[in-house]
Every structure is written in C-alpha cells, then in structure tokens.
C-alpha cells in the first residue's frame, strides 16, 4: 500500500482543482464553432481582470517562454537596444531570447538572491537614451525573488522606453495591475498559479505597445500579435486553439474570481508567511532575505546538506515534490512552492519532508514546533495587511 | 478564492484515489456478458485474499446494514436465539436486525467505550446452550473499539454456534483472517477501506454456514445468499450488479494488495499511532484506551466543549471533515477516520484543525509540538511491531 501520496510543490508544474480536472477531461469542441467563441469571451472579460488592463489578454498556444519569445520579436526589430534585468535563471532568459532576435543587450545584472532597485533601471536609462525596451521578470522563480515592477514602472513613466515583464510565476500570485503600473507588455503561463497544465500562455499590450508592434514585422510566423488580436475580436485564435486548457481556465477563473483577487493574493500572501516562518524556525534561512516572491520560497541549505538529496529524499520518503537550485544555486537550495491548487496543510506536507530529510542527511532541525509556528504567521497574516514585510523573529 | 481543500476525514464514506476515480468514470458494460465476467473474477480472487478465505465472497448491491441484514436473515430462522454484543451503535444494529427477524436476542451490553471480553461470551454461551449464533462487530465505529475477534472465536471452537462479525469498518484495516479466526460469516462495505463509494457490500459465509443457509428459507427475496452464489459460479450476481463499483473494485484491490497485505495494516497502525499520540500531547484522552480500532481515533472532548460545534468548525475554517459522537456520546467526543485513500499529511491537516478549534472554543492546547510528537510515534510504528499496545508516553 502507498504511504504517502505525491503533492507537488514545484514551482509549475501545479496541482489542479478537481473542477478544473473534470473540465479538462471534456470531450472535444471545435475553436472556429459558437460553443467555443462563448469560452473564449468568457476567459477575456476575466484575463482582463486579472491583468489589470482594458487591452485584450492575447491566449496563445505555447509554453512562458514562447509568450517572453513573441514579447521580443513582435515588439522590437533587429539592432534595437534593450535593457535586461538579470538577477536569476529567467533573467538570462531575457537575455538569450533577445540576443536570438538580433538586438543590442544591455544586461543589469544583480547578485542571485536580491531583486534590482529601481534607481538601478533609472540610472541605465539615463545613461543609455537608446533603450528601446526594459525587460524584467516580475517573479524571479530561480531565486524567488520579486522585482520592484510597480517602481521600475515609475520611474520609466515618461520615457519612450516599453516595460516588458515575464509575469510567469507572479501573475494570479501576488498583485500586477498592468495598466496601473504602466506595464507594456505582461505574459503569463497556465502551470502555475492559474491551476492549469502547461501548454497555454498570456499576452496582454500596452496601447502604445500595439502601436510600436504594428511597426515591426514579426520575427517568428508563429508569433504574430496583430494577426492574434485580429481573431480575438471574434474569440478566436490565430492558429488552432488549445482547446481543453481553455475550457479548463474558463472554471480556474471563475474559482479565482468568486471572491475577488484580494483573497487570492490574500491566500498566497500567508502561504509565504507560514512557510518563511517555519523555515526560520528551523534554523533556516530563506534564500530571498527580503523582496520575495509569493508563490514559492527558495530555501539556503545548512553547509554539507545535499539539495539534490533533499530533494530526491522528500519525494520518495514523503512524497513531497520540491525543486533544486538551478545552475549556480544547484544544490545549495531548494525550492518549495506554494501555488496552485494547494492549501496549508498541502505546505505543512512540504515543511515536514524537507525537516525530516535534512535531518536524515546530517542536518539540524530546530525547534520541534516549527509547523506550529509556521501556522501562527499563517493565521495571522489571514487577518493582517498583506505584501508587508513582517519582522524576522525567531522565538 | 478557497482557502482549504476539503479532506474527508469520516468513518465512512472516504476519500478515493484518483486511480479509483478514473476507473468509476469509465462507460457502462453489461453485467452479463463477458467483459463484466473478466472484472469479478478479478476481484474474487482478490477479495478471497483480503478475506482470507477459501470461500466465495459475494458482492451485494447494498450498504453494510444490507449484507448485516442479509447474514442474519439467511443464517437464523424465527424463534431463535442469538447473542449479540452490544457495545456501541453497530452493536445495537445487530440487535434491531436480530428482532426485526423475530430471533430471540439475548444482549451481551459492554459499556462504550470498552472492548468485550472472550470469557463473557464463553460464560453466556455456557449458561445458553440454545444460542444458535453470536453476532459482534469486528471495530465498533460508533466509540473506535476493536473486539478481541479472534480469541471470541477461539473461545467457541467445537460449539455449534456461528461466528457472525461485522467487519464494515474493519476489514481492510486491521487483520481479520475469516477461516484461520473461525468466522462463519464476514461483512463488509465498499466506503471505508476499500476506497470505494458506498454502494457495495461484500459477505462471505464458512462451509458450515453454507450449509446452515441451505436449511433456511431466506426471510428477505432480495438477499438469497445461495442463489448468489450459484450466480457467482459464472461470475455474475443475482440482481443487476453495481457495474462501476466492482470496476472501481478491481483497481483499489490491485491497490491495496500491490505489497501485500501486511503492508496495508501496518499503515492503518502507524496512522493510529500517529493520531493517539498527538492526540495526547494536546492533553486530551482517546475515548477507547485500549483495544482501539486501526481505522478511527474517537477523542474525548474536554468539558465544556460541545463536540458538534468542534466538527462545524473543523470543516468550515480548515476544511476538515471529522464525525461527531453518537446517541449517548453526541456532543461528548469526536471521531477523526484514518481510512481511505489518506495519508500521514491528511492526519496533521485533521489534527491541527482539531487543536486550534478546540482553542477557539475555550479548550486548551497541550504541547505545541503535538504535530511532531505524533510524526515521531507514525515513524516508529513504520518500523516497529504492529498491532503492540505502545506505553502511553506523555513527553
């Protein structure tokens, strides 16, 4: 008999809500007939919701990083200047998607662990007038850390410069009003905390963002922007529509709406309080000292503690599935996330594998409370102000 | 957006694994051809092992009560006498059973909460030599209580008395081998720990209650025990079969039998260990102190906390569904299921929910760590002797 079950706590894939699941396993409709337009004008009204904007939110069939691909080639030509923020995995991404498209990059690299200071981004714009484009994650899932968008946005207001962000595992995690932040262009992906199996992402420009993009002739024929809004008018896509995925976001987004996004973001706020807390109290230190993400916690491993082990430990010993550190973070950290179709107890699961794993390969454990402690921050932060910084205790 | 999952953590019905799930889902396929023939001699097999039996195991389309009533109206004819052990609410069933057939009841009334002893029985049949059959539940659900079964059936070796149990909320969970035990007849359901709707009873009778019911016209049409076994002989029921419960049947015995049946058990034992040892580092008493079931944990309530509001706020604030008391004990305890398709992580969702409510309604907490304690007591019993009494650690 199977002691444990799998509860996955990877940063996307997510686990799925089994209204969503049911949706999924519906029989096939075809995207050029009525039944599916009705989905799909459904789903906008609610992606602009979520995206904070009064711009279509473009549904395209590709992974994140398709949408970071058409982000880039559909919005800037060839020797055109941009500058990347590159503090992790996703902001090499930038990098390597812009480069691929022939343009100038200017990299402001921040150490692995901290987020950019806006003054940073101010500074290079001034220094390089010809910057077409900023290009920052809004949640770096590599570090778990959180960039200052709705700063970076003020002090490029003004500028003829397009905000452009990877809203991957951030968007439906924590708050990214676009319009209101001045973002131009915002991306997403279905696996994370939109409850959904990879396979879809989510576009949404800036007026003025349509308009540089009507200048430029797309990069890939895949990625065709106009042509995708074109078909959206009549709730279609460009190409064939991932049919299932959408009937599944269809139900996800109306769980994230019935009580309005606060309580989402709400939810995941306290979801990294517990986890912070109780990663403290065990002696811990999450790797993202401050500016963290809100969907997952990226956790620095006591000295001689394998990340590679802990993470194989806690699948197979409890089945809880955590990520490692990637590239220079492999095994120094792990990763253990808090998005998606999850709960708290979902987390208590996470926190007691990772206790007793590292414990098991040589390790300390802390205080023998620490769920109970993880628990009290949880509570609190239900009832408290949400995206504060609490203070560090350890008691 | 929904702050908890909801984890069922009742006596009955129980979660079922998505393996389960999928199977309950599939199309419809006739009971009498050959497709259906396949699937319950599958799971005849099976259940012949989970039985521990030589004998066939009929499915019945109906709940417990219906195979109880079907037992005691095949095996006893009007006018005559059986024992029945009546420590709880399943103990008086058997008694309305037994009277709603017109047999002689003599009561063997254990107060609840406590176990039978083997000599009492021995002593009653002793100074009752009419009594035809001795009618007992294998686990008491209604106060978490294990009957000694086995030593009662060593106690009436070489009388000419059946051995009826009711082992709905036993078998499956805790060992209950019918023909090594001298059980003449064997009852169970689909919804404990089958991981299985409700809907299915499953009733196997010895060689010599065969042979019992063949002299006895049966007191209901619907449950004729020998014309389902004739039926069984090709693999096919009496009455139309429940169709998707046995296909759902064949994939939690293929389950529940993958590493064997002690591997099945020593689970249930470590998630009992688990529950009574946390439990009692919140400073609360089992309501069973010894001979408890492996399936349910019922936990006295401190005074002054109403048991029925415990339970509504166990599952409306975290989404943990326990049972309250019954009859005498309304109010007074509850009852937290470790049956099903749960696991560890499930018990510390239902546990934690019991703590913080019972603080929440003026109880007290006991140890902080009592997540820990308890994990500490579930480790050990993964690795030590099962179905021991451990020392009642307070530390």
């Known amino acids: ?41 459904e789903c906008e009204e609610k992606l602009q919701v979520l995206f904070g904007t009064s711009q279509p939110v473009l549904p395209l069939s590709c992974s994140g990083s398709g949408a970071m691909t058409a982000a880039v080639y559909s919005l800037f030509t060839p020797g055109e200047k941009v500058l990347v923020v590159n503090a992790g995995k996703f902001g090499e991404r930038w990098t390597k998607i812009a480069a691929s498209r022939g343009l100038e990059v200017l990299e402001l690299t921040v150490e692995w662990g901290l987020a950019v200071a806006p003054e940073d981004v101010e500074h290079a714009l001034d220094e390089n007038p010809d910057v077409r484009g900023v290009l920052v994650q809004l949640s770096e899932t590599s570090t778990g850390v959180l960039h200052p968008v709705r ?9 003829d410069v397009l905000l452009v962000v990877d809203g991957v595992s951030g968007v439906s995690l924590c708050p990214c009003p676009m319009d209101e932040w001045g973002i131009d262009c915002l991306v997403t992906g279905s696996q994370k905390g939109l409850m959904l199996p990879p396979g879809l992402a989510l576009l949404a420009l800036s007026e003025r963002a349509w308009k540089r993009c009507a200048d430029v ?14 078909k959206l008018e009549k709730f279609e896509t460009n190409f064939t529509s991932p049919v299932n995925l959408l009937q599944g976001l269809k139900v996800s987004m109306d769980m994230l709406l019935a009580d309005g996004l606060d309580a989402v973001f709400r939810k995941q706020w306290a979801l ?4 912070r807390r109780a990663v403290q109290a065990m ?12 969907g997952l916690t990226s956790i620095l491993l006591p000295d001689g503690v394998d990340g590679g082990r802990i993470v194989a430990d806690c699948a197979e010993k409890y089945g809880a599935y955590l990520a490692g550190g990637q590239d220079a973070l492999k095994g120094r950290i ?17 926190l007691y594998a ?11 454990c802390g ?6 402690q993880g628990m009290a921050s949880y509570r609190a932060a239900l009832e408290g102000e949400i995206g504060v910084e609490p203070p560090l205790v350890h008691d």
């Not at 002696?283 to 809100?294: E, V």
């Not at 205080?367 to 109970?372: G, K, R, V």
């Open 1 to 41: 008999m199977i002691l444990n079950k799998n509860r996955l706590l990877t940063p996307g894939p997510t686990p799925l809500p089994e209204e969503v699941r049911l949706a999924l396993a519906q029989d096939m409709i075809h995207h050029r007939k009525a039944a599916f337009h009705d989905i799909l004008r």
């Open 151 to 159: 700063e970076i946005g003020a002090k490029m207001a003004g500028r």
């Open 217 to 230: 002739t797309p990069g890939c024929f895949y990625f065709n922007l106009p042509a995708e809004r074109k």
């Open 272 to 275: 990294t309080q517990l986890t």
């Open 283 to 294: 002696g811990l230190t999450p790797f993202a000292r401050t500016n963290y993400t809100w």
């Open 334 to 350: 792990v990763r253990l996330a808090h998005m998606g179709w999850l709960d708290w107890s979902d987390i208590l699961a996470g």
């Open 354 to 364: 990772l206790n007793r794993t590292i414990i098991d390969n040589g390790g300390f």
């Open 367 to 372: 205080a023998h409370d620490f769920l109970e």
